[in-house]
């Protein structure tokens, strides 16, 4: 056997088994981060239910101050959505929904992102209050990612780096909320 095939061969095999994995790697992802905020919670709340004040902690919505971004609905309230469109090719095009309030408790979120890859991601932030004047905030990302994009997050460890850009925007919203 000459050296191409056996090249070939290792190629081929390298391939066949990266396309096993995407099958049997699972597709569903949760990416959780939380924080303690030394604030009431009905304050956070009140701040964390409008997308238009992620624009100041969201490390996502901070990368391109420049994007277009367009609004449609009543900010704080279900139905309301934020669209943005950039031409920096990290920050994309794709819009965010308010798809559910429980007051004083939670907001949901469907993220949809139509560049750099077209996807749909499910998101939350949730309160808790720890005392009196501290708040727990959890944010929370949640979605499917279909093959080969499962193998991708797993090769990349994507959980990880999203995970850590969460953060940074919860401490953000730290800072923010505690001046």
Do not use: C
């Not at 995407?22 to 905020?37: A, D, H, Q, S």
């Not at 964390?48 to 971004?69: C, G, H, L, T, V």
């Not at 991708?152 to 730290?174: A, F, H, I, T």
């Amino acid at each position: 056997m000459g050296i191409i095939s056996i090249v070939l061969a290792a190629f081929v095999t390298f391939v066949v088994i990266l396309l096993i994995a995407g099958l049997v790697i699972k597709k569903e992802y949760t990416i959780e981060r939380e924080i303690i905020i030394d604030k009431e919670l009905p304050r956070i709340f009140e701040f964390i239910k409008y997308i238009k004040n992620q624009e100041s902690y969201n490390k996502w919505w901070m990368r391109d101050p420049d994007a277009k971004k367009t609004y449609s609905g009543i900010d704080g309230s279900v139905g309301f959505i934020a669209a943005w469109d950039s031409a920096d090719k990290h920050a994309g095009k794709g819009e965010q929904e308010i798809t559910a309030i429980i007051e004083g408790n939670r907001v949901d979120h469907e993220i949809r992102f139509e560049r750099p890859f077209k996807g749909i991601t499910y998101s939350y932030l949730a309160v808790e209050a720890v005392s009196g004047k501290q708040t727990r905030v959890k944010w929370v990302f949640y979605g499917i990612n279909k093959f080969p994009m499962n193998l991708m997050s797993k090769l990349l460890n994507l959980n990880k780096m999203l995970g850590d850009e969460l953060q940074m925007s919860l401490q953000n919203l730290k800072t923010i909320l505690e001046k």
